[in-house]
């Protein structure tokens, strides 16, 4: 699976919109990006999932460049419950296997 | 419906004894994955299974085992204790052989002295 960068911190104020990046400059064709967020003292929680189209569920929007190289995970109205440590994962959906490989992640703070 | 859920939540050992940790996934799901995380390594994948079969493994030690019953619950064991092996374990669970969203459980914090 293609590596990832995420930067190690990010704050943000309440209500505001939350714009997490995630460079993955290595990605094959076959390799979806993931989101992952862990909130402190809890197991991470799935957020979004996407190829090369944008996507946009109930908690995020994934915005994806036309390379595939880099994305950014929206939170449109961030709230002090999205204080989290958030992972972008690029991993092939292959015959067998649901592993999932965790970089660093992003901090983010929201802050009131 | 109920959550992965894992037992004990917290647990204090001492070096060379053995451990079991044990992880009951949402009702339906046959795949489970566990991961270890510690500060210095972050979250990494032990082994994953699905319908009592090991699919994939981690880069970690053979003291560090697992199995699957038929119900699906899940159980690791990690035998002769290193200080090292302080970490809190987490245990996902899954619907098929391959997802697209993994349900984590609140996981185990092992502890040893």
């Known amino acids: 699976d293609a590596k990832t960068t995420q930067p190690t911190s990010m704050d943000c104020a309440e209500g505001r919109a939350a714009n997490l990046p995630c460079n993955h400059s290595?990605?094959?064709?076959?390799?979806?990006v993931y989101w992952y967020r862990q909130i402190h003292s809890q197991g991470p929680q799935y957020i979004i999932h996407?190829?090369?189209n944008n996507e946009t569920n109930e908690m995020a929007s994934l915005i994806i460049t036309e390379d595939r190289k880099s994305s950014t995970l929206i939170l449109p109205h961030a709230t002090l419950r999205d204080t989290a440590v958030y992972y972008c994962?690029?991993?092939?959906?292959?015959?067998?296997?649901?592993?999932?490989?965790f970089g660093g992640g992003t901090r983010l703070m929201v802050k009131p | 419906k109920a959550g992965v859920t894992q037992t004990p939540r917290y647990l204090i050992k001492t070096r060379g004894q053995q451990v079991t940790l044990s992880c009951s996934p949402i009702?339906?799901?046959?795949?489970v994955s566990w991961y270890q995380q510690t500060p210095g390594q972050g979250l990494q994948f032990l082994f994953e299974?699905?319908?009592?079969?090991?699919?994939n493994k981690g880069n970690f030690p053979g003291r560090f085992s697992g199995r699957q019953f038929s119900n699906s619950r899940s159980e690791m064991n990690v035998s002769t204790l290193e200080l090292g092996d302080s970490a809190l374990y987490l245990c996902?669970?899954?619907?098929?052989?391959?997802?697209?969203?993994?349900?984590f459980g609140p996981g185990t914090r092992l502890t040893v002295l």
């Open positions: 290595t990605i094959s064709g076959n390799e979806y």
């Open positions: 996407g190829l090369k």
């Open positions: 009702s339906g799901h046959r795949s």
């Open positions: 994962i690029v991993r092939e959906i292959r015959n067998a296997g649901n592993m999932l490989t």
């Open positions: 996902a669970s899954s619907l098929w052989e391959v997802n697209n969203e993994q349900f």
């Open positions: 299974y699905f319908s009592e079969t090991q699919r």
